[in-house]
């Protein structure tokens, strides 16, 4: 029993030695700069927190568990007329820092306060960025880590070599990349430009022109609002077209199948087909010329049988939406029947 207590007292001592480590480097620093005005990080290590919620001024707190941070790191703040900035530059070469452990113990953060309406650049080598509640243009750029966005009322553009993309509720242009992870958007009031080529993508609510594209996993969109252009070389493809959208676009696929939502009663051209399944459409295409598969007296009538290719009108035809997949099956389906599917 005595030896019992005796190990657990040792457990939680190292739990507050550790904790106190972790602190060995703090340092926080206030910025002049007023709304309307821009702040920028360019840093070789670190995550990044930015929050949009200052009235006027930017407080940048940076902490790591390193006691040495300064003897491997430049850290410097500059603040001009309309600008804030913070630079962090490794000393010496990068084998320096790898024979000293730095790549592999360092767990540099900073935490960085803005007002909301501020332009804002982000650029790190050595972690994730996340930020929210900003009026204005956010540029996120890091090689080692994810993307986390929230509460944008102007332009993003983001990129990651090594991690996912997650953004919520975004008025204005997107667009984002990543190498190394899924995306997951809700929420987009502009046009969305959105690849990776290691995840799938997950999009909910986009009112413009929207392109995704990934080589690594599947892509689910619902609530487009505008023209589509999806493509997946590693899983299948679904778009849920929302009310009134007769903008028509692209799906495309060559691992796995396509499904297509549309609103009955937009006027559309489709063009589908397929070398990996059939071709069905629950909604009334009037075909043009023979349909591959079926008998040549079904020109200019509604289709709805299977077949490996489609071309014809909905509701006297319009722009073209084109669906085209080596992977499976195409479906075309009404988008308020997709529910009970």
């Known amino acids: 029993m005595k030896r019992a207590k005796v190990l657990l007292l040792l457990l939680v001592g190292m739990a507050?030695?550790?904790?106190?480590?972790?602190?060995?480097?703090?340092?926080?620093?206030?910025l002049a700069l007023e709304p309307g005005g821009t702040f920028s990080l360019d840093s070789d290590v670190g995550g990044v927190t930015l929050t949009g919620d200052s009235t006027a001024g930017v407080t940048v707190t940076v902490t790591s568990d390193r006691e040495d941070f300064d003897d491997f790191y430049d850290l410097r703040f500059e603040e001009s007329a309309g600008r804030a900035s913070v630079i962090v530059k490794r000393k010496g070469s990068w084998l320096r820092g790898f024979w000293a452990g730095e790549w592999f113990n360092d767990d540099t953060h900073f935490a960085i306060r803005v007002p909301a309406r501020t332009t804002v650049d982000l650029n790190t080598s050595g972690g994730s960025i996340e930020a929210s509640r900003l009026t204005g243009r956010l540029?996120?750029?890091?090689?080692?880590g994810s993307l986390r966005v929230e509460e944008i009322d102007g332009p993003v553009d983001g990129k990651t070599s090594g991690g996912s993309i997650r953004m919520r509720r975004i008025r204005g242009d997107v667009a984002i990349n990543t190498s190394g992870g899924g995306i997951d958007i809700v929420d987009v009031r502009g046009d969305l430009r959105a690849t990776t080529s290691g995840g799938g993508i997950d999009i909910d609510g986009v009112s413009g022109e929207l392109y995704a594209s990934t080589s690594g996993g599947g892509v689910r969109i619902r609530e487009a609002g505008g023209r589509v252009e999806a493509r997946s070389s590693g899983g299948p493809v679904t778009v849920r077209f929302a009310a009134g959208n007769n903008h028509g676009g692209l799906l495309s696929s060559s691992g796995g199948g396509l499904r297509a939502e549309l609103d009955p009663s937009v006027a559309l051209t489709i063009d589908a087909s397929t070398s990996g399944g059939d071709v069905e459409s629950?909604?009334?295409?009037?075909t043009r010329g023979a349909v591959q598969n079926d008998s040549a007296d079904w020109p200019s009538k509604p289709f709805r049988k299977p077949t490996t290719s489609l071309q014809g009108d909905l509701n006297?035809?319009?722009e073209i939406l084109r669906l085209r997949t080596s992977g499976g099956g195409v479906r075309i389906l009404g988008a308020r029947s997709s529910a009970s599917r």
């Open 16 to 30: 507050f030695l550790e904790a106190s480590i972790r602190a060995d480097f703090r340092t926080e620093r206030r």
């Open 139 to 144: 540029g996120l750029r890091t090689s080692g």
């Open 282 to 286: 629950e909604l009334p295409v009037t």
């Open 316 to 318: 006297g035809g319009g």
